[in-house]
């Protein structure tokens, strides 16, 4: 390929039994309102096709991509952050700090991974998400739209998190559960199964919802007796104010 974008250095490091070059600009150009300068290093590969050639995508600081992850677009990784397995980091995504992104999940359009957050397995995170903290998606989990995910809050399985949705703290959402609109999921709530919370619905405590539960309504549930109540409630077509 002509006008290639960036070479491997001779500037090489051990990583998980795997030798990673850092990798050198060819030429000038912006990644992501950040100037590349011909010869500026940036972070490590472990062969080129980790790394696209075109577009302005760019690994900084100490970054690592390897096995047959792919960087491409306009997409960037930085710091200590790592991309590996057959995971694909694309369009203005940004993998930061210490984020791990594995498996064959994918990080697109401009969502963020930071922190020490992990996505793994199957898992997709799009639109202007953003994932942080030490939270984990996993399995084939989608978080998207405006969706936050962060604490130590896992989505796994199948579960859908959008909107401007967030899980927080300890909560998990699992199963093919379906968290969106304005809801938020917190403290060591559970939402699983087939459930669905979403208009302006918050979840915290202990509170478990499952099976095919639906909470639609304005409310705040602290405790299975809430829950109770909400859902008689939404029955009537009233809300709870929070």
């Known amino acids: 390929m002509e006008n290639k974008k960036f070479e491997l250095t001779d500037e090489t490091i051990g990583y998980k039994g795997r030798k990673l070059h850092r990798v050198s ?3 000038d ?3 992501q309102d950040r100037i590349i300068k011909k010869g500026d290093l940036g972070g490590f590969v472990e062969k080129e096709s980790n790394l696209s050639q075109e577009g302005s995508c760019w690994i900084f600081d100490d970054a690592k991509v390897y096995n047959n992850a792919k ?8 710091c200590k952050a790592e991309v ?3 995971a694909n980091v694309s369009d203005t995504a940004m993998i930061l700090c210490e984020a791990s ?5 994918m990080i697109k359009d401009c969502a963020m991974v930071s922190d020490n957050a992990i996505v793994f397995g199957e898992a997709r995170v799009g639109g202007n998400a953003k994932v942080f903290d030490k939270a984990r998606i996993g399995g084939h989990a989608k978080v998207f739209g405006k969706a936050c995910v962060y604490g130590i809050a896992r989505v796994i399985d199948r579960a859908r998190i959008f909107g401007k949705a967030e899980v927080y703290g300890r909560a998990e959402v699992l199963g093919n559960a379906r968290v969106f609109d304005n809801a938020r ?5 559970k939402v699983y199964y087939l459930a669905q919370v979403c208009g302006n619905a918050a979840i915290c405590g202990n509170v478990l919802v499952g099976c095919s539960t639906v909470i639609s309504i304005r409310c705040f549930v602290s405790s299975q007796e809430d829950l109770v ?13 929070p």
């Open 25 to 27: 600009a060819l030429r």
């Open 29 to 31: 150009f912006e990644s």
């Open 71 to 78: 960087v491409y677009n306009n997409a960037i990784i930085c």
């Open 84 to 86: 590996f397995g057959y």
């Open 101 to 105: 992104v594995g498996g064959h999940a």
């Open 185 to 189: 999921i917190f403290d060591m709530a």
């Open 229 to 241: 109540e909400c859902l008689e409630l939404q029955k009537n077509n009233l809300e709870i104010a």
